[in-house]
T-cell receptor, first 117, second 115 residues
Framework: AQKITQTQPGMFVQEKEAVTLDCTYD???????LFWYKQPSSGEMIFLIY??????QNATEGRYSLNFQKARKSANLVISASQLGDSAMYFC??????????????FGDGTTLTVKP | DAMVIQNPRYQVTQFGKPVTLSCSQT?????MYWYQQKSSQAPKLLFH???????NEADTPDNFQSRRPNTSFCFLDIRSPGLGDAAMYLC??????????????FGPGTRLTVL
């Protein structure tokens, strides 16, 4: 089974609207971290937001928020007030306990977001 | 600004001609990673260094080697590039990969073309 699943290969959103990018994960660890990265066409992976498994509140960073539902093992990224510059590929990633995965991150297959003017 | 730098940004090589990609960091992070990313796919970890300790992924071809002469620099050597090695190569760093909150910071990548 895939550890990180992003079911939306491509998404479209109108400029200034909000959009949710889905991410579900699979782990038996109690302690883990979830990350979202943005990759524009230029190639650089940009860290957006982090959520720890023990964090009680959903993480927020500016226009980005993470809708963390632990029981459902989902960590969806919400982008509010979309801008043209948000058009990019978005990756969800997980870091499990060091004993589980030796400090490596597991990435999903990504979602390509296109913001329409 | 502290950052991860990769050179060159674009590299063209011929089939079978060795090539070296470089990565440097000013973040003073202990861990450095090399990823291979093919078009519209997730990045694939090739290897990583925790300080001087080298960790090779089991499915990384022998054609790929790495060196980390000091904390700041890390190199990826492709000894005999094949057409299938054409990809984006991403270098990343993190403070300490033993923690679940350890964030990776990526460089801009080197796009490798093999003719």
């Amino acid at each position: 089974a895939q550890k990180i699943t992003q079911t939306q290969p491509g998404m479209f959103v109108q400029e200034k609207e909000a959009v949710t990018l889905d991410c579900t994960y699979d782990t038996s660890d109690q302690s883990y971290g979830l990350f979202w990265y943005k990759q524009p066409s230029s190639g650089e992976m940009i860290f957006l937001i982090y959520q720890g498994s023990y964090d009680e509140q959903n993480a927020t960073e500016g226009r980005y928020s993470l809708n963390f539902q632990k029981a459902r093992k989902s960590a969806n990224l919400v982008i509010s007030a979309s801008q043209l510059g948000d058009s990019a590929m978005y990756f969800c990633a997980m870091r499990e306990d060091y004993n589980t995965n030796a400090g490596k991150s597991t990435f999903g297959d990504g979602t390509t977001l296109t913001v329409k003017p | 600004d502290a950052m991860v730098i990769q050179n060159p940004r674009y590299q063209v090589t011929q089939f079978g001609k060795p090539v070296t990609l470089s990565c440097s960091q000013t973040l003073n992070h202990n861990v450095m990673y090399w990823y291979q990313q093919k078009s519209s796919q997730a990045p694939k970890l090739l290897f990583h260094y925790y300080d001087k300790d080298f960790n090779n992924e089991a499915d990384t071809p022998d054609n790929f080697q790495s060196r980390r002469p000091n904390t700041s620099f890390c190199f990826l050597d492709i000894r005999s590039p094949g057409l299938g090695d054409a990809a984006m190569y991403l270098c990343a760093t993190s403070r300490d990969h033993r923690g679940i909150a350890d964030t990776q910071y990526f460089g801009p990548g080197t796009r490798l073309t093999v003719l």
